[in-house]
C-alpha cells in the first residue's frame, strides 16, 4: 500500500509586489534582488487571511481528488504563521471546509513543513488508521518580517499549497527522509512571546525574522543533494530515473548548486521563485500544483519533493505520480 498524491491545489494573495516595488520603499534593487536570489516579485496578503488562503487551496486539491470536505478523515496543515495561536490553522480550516469528520492538527517545521506533514500522513495511511488526508503548507511570513531588515525581508512571500492523499495499490511514496539540527538553529530564527505572568518584567517588544544567510545558503547546498541522495537510493531508484525535482524555493543559486551536485540537467527543477519568492510551508505544494496544472506530471512519472530551512531541519520524498 502507498499514499499517493490524489489532487493539488493552491492559492496567492492578490498583491503582487516587484522588486521594482520594494526598491520604492527601501534600499534595494531588482539587479541586487536578482542575481543573488533569482527572486522577481512576491505576493503578500493585504486582505487575504491565511486561512483564507489555505482553503482556498484545499478546495482545488479536493475537487481534483473528487473528494468531498465531510470525508476526510484528517487534515494536517504545515505552518509558522497561523493567523491565530488558537485556535489551530486545521482547525480553523475544517470549520471553513465544513470537514466534520476529520481529525485536525498543525506541523511546525518551518520551511521543511509541507514534506514532515506529508510524511506523517503517509505514516497514518499506511498503518491503514485513516485513508483521506488533506495536506496544506500555507504562510503569510510578511507579518513576520523586519521591514527594516533588507537582506530578508525581499527573499519571502505570502501563500498556501495543499494536497488530498489517499491510499493506492501502485504508485504513491516509495521513500523518504527526515532530519533535523537543532544545534544550529541559530541561523533561522524568529523568538515567540516572552514569558508574561506576575513574576517577570517583560518589556513586550515585537520579534521578527533573522537570518545569517551564507550560513543557511551552505546548509542547504550541503544537506539537500545528501538527503535526496539517500531518499533516491531508498526508493531504488537511479538519479537518471527521476522525471521532476520539486524543490523548496529559497533561492535559484541553491537550486542550481543542488542540480549539479546530483548532475541533473537543471530543466528537470522547475521553479516559480521568481513570482513567489519563498514560502516556506508553501512553497513545495504551491509549486506542486503549478506544475500539476500545467501537465508537467503524467502518471506513473517519478517525482522527488525536498523541502529544508529553520531547526534546521530537511526532508525529502521519492513518489510515482
Ligand atoms: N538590497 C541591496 N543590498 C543588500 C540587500 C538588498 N536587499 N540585502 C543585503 N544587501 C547588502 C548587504 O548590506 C551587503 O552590503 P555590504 O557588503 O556593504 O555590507 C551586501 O549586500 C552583500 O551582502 P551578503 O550578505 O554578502 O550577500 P550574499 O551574497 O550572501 O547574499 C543572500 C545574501 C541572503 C541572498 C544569500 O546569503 C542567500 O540566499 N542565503 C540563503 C538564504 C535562504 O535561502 N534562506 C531561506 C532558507 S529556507
Known amino acids: 500500500m502507498k499514499t499517493r498524491i490524489c489532487g493539488t491545489g493552491s492559492a496567492l494573495p492578490k ?20 542575481s543573488r536570489t533569482g527572486i522577481g516579485s512576491r505576493h503578500l496578503a493585504v486582505e487575504e487571511t491565511l486561512v483564507s488562503l489555505a482553503a482556498n487551496a484545499a478546495k482545488g486539491a479536493l475537487e481534483e481528488a473528487n473528494v468531498l470536505p465531510k470525508d476526510l478523515d484528517m487534515i494536517l496543515a504545515a505552518t509558522l504563521s497561523a493567523d491565530n495561536v488558537l485556535p489551530t490553522l486545521s482547525c480553523e480550516l475544517q470549520r471553513e471546509l465544513g470537514a466534520s469528520n476529520a481529525v485536525a492538527f498543525d506541523i511546525n517545521a518551518a520551511c521543511s513543513g509541507f514534506l514532515f506533514a506529508l510524511q506523517t500522513a503517509d505514516v497514518y495511511i499506511r498503518s491503514g488508521q485513516y485513508k483521506k488526508i488533506l495536506v496544506v503548507g500555507g504562510e503569510i511570513l510578511s507579518k513576520l518580517m523586519d521591514w527594516n531588515d533588507r537582506s530578508t525581508c525581499v527573499l519571502f512571500g505570502d501563500g498556501a499549497g495543499a494536497a488530498v492523499v489517499m ?38 517588544g515585537l520579534s521578527f525574522v533573522s537570518m545569517d544567510g551564507q550560513e543557511v545558503y551552505k546548509f542547504a547546498v550541503r544537506t539537500v543533494p545528501k538527503a535526496i541522495m539517500e531518499a533516491v537510493e531508498k526508493a531504488g531508484l537511479a538519479m537518471e ?6 524543490l523548496h524555493q529559497a533561492n535559484i543559486r541553491i537550486i542550481e548548486s543542488v542540480a549539479k551536485r546530483l548532475k541533473v540537467p537543471m530543466e528537470k527543477f522547475p521553479t516559480n521563485l521568481e513570482r513567489c519568492g519563498n514560502i ?13 496544472r500545467k501537465g508537467m506530471l503524467k502518471r506513473g512519472d517519478r517525482v522527488v519533493l525536498a523541502g529544508f530551512g529553520a531547526g534546521l531541519t530537511w526532508g525529502a520524498s521519492v513518489l510515482t505520480w
Open 15 to 34: 498583491r503582487e509586489v516587484t522588486n521594482d516595488d520594494l526598491s520604492r520603499i527601501m534600499d534595494t534593487s531588482d539587479e541586487w534582488i536578482k
Open 167 to 204: 491510499p493506492d495499490e501502485a504508485s504513491g511514496i516509495l521513500s523518504s527522509v527526515q532530519g533535523s539540527d537543532g544545534a544550529r538553529g541559530g541561523v533561522l530564527s524568529c523568538p515567540g512571546r516572552k514569558n508574561n505572568n506576575p513574576y517577570v518584567t517583560n518589556d513586550a
Open 241 to 246: 530515473e527521476i522525471d521532476l525535482f520539486i
Open 280 to 292: 516556506s510551508a508553501g512553497s513545495v505544494p504551491v509549486l506542486l500544483d503549478d506544475a500539476n
